[in-house]
């Protein structure tokens, strides 16, 4: 065996022993809702951590973070403070179930049952278009679409849905009053 292929053999392990790691009932949630193999899992600069389907590059790993700083710093603007560390949020990455809006651009977003969108201008027929969404609000976990391109929109959408979670965890009213976009109401919620 050349030593090439035994790290490998490691890293697969140490993958896997991560990938084993994760809370399973947020795992069988992210599944549920994506129908994904989640078998990569990896923790960016900052100490998030990922789940994804493939990859992530060190690209997606930073714009993680980089939505997460964004979010923090908001957070404490307004006086909020609980789970404002990296190591708090699990990203899922899922595939993307389209790639383009109705607009035609470019905005990869997974398809979520739509339950209290039913009627709504978001209800695309049983389930709404996302490009992210609260799967667990302890522990902190969202999921979202891959990106090939245009990856500072993983920044955003983890600091826009992350917003649910600093809201959960500092103030339940007003996570409450903006936790259902379908009466109204969208990102960002802090300012
Ligand atoms: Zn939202």
Known sequence: MTKNLILALAAT??????????DSRVLAEATRISGDRFAVAAVTPRGAHV????????????AVDKGLGDLFA??????YYRRLKYSDYSIYIA????????KGDYSPDIAVGAAQYTGSV?????????????????PCSLLIAEHSKNIDR?????????EHLVLYHNDRR????TMDHSRGGAHPILQ
């Not at 789940?51 to 930073?62: E, M, T």
């Not at 007003?174 to 009053?177: D, G, H, I, L």
């Open 122 to 138: 978001y209800d695309q027929g049983g389930f709404i278009y996302a490009a992210g969404i609260v799967i667990s609000n302890d």
């Open 174 to 177: 007003r996570y409450m009053a």
């Open 51 to 62: 789940y994804a389907v493939s990859g992530p590059s060190v690209a997606v790993l930073n």
């Open 95 to 102: 595939r993307a179930d389209r790639t383009r809006d109705y």
């Open 13 to 22: 392990l140490f993958f896997s022993s991560l990938a084993s790691s994760q």
């Open 154 to 162: 993983i920044s955003n959408v983890v600091r826009y849905e992350g």
């Open 74 to 79: 908001v957070a404490r603007k307004n006086g």
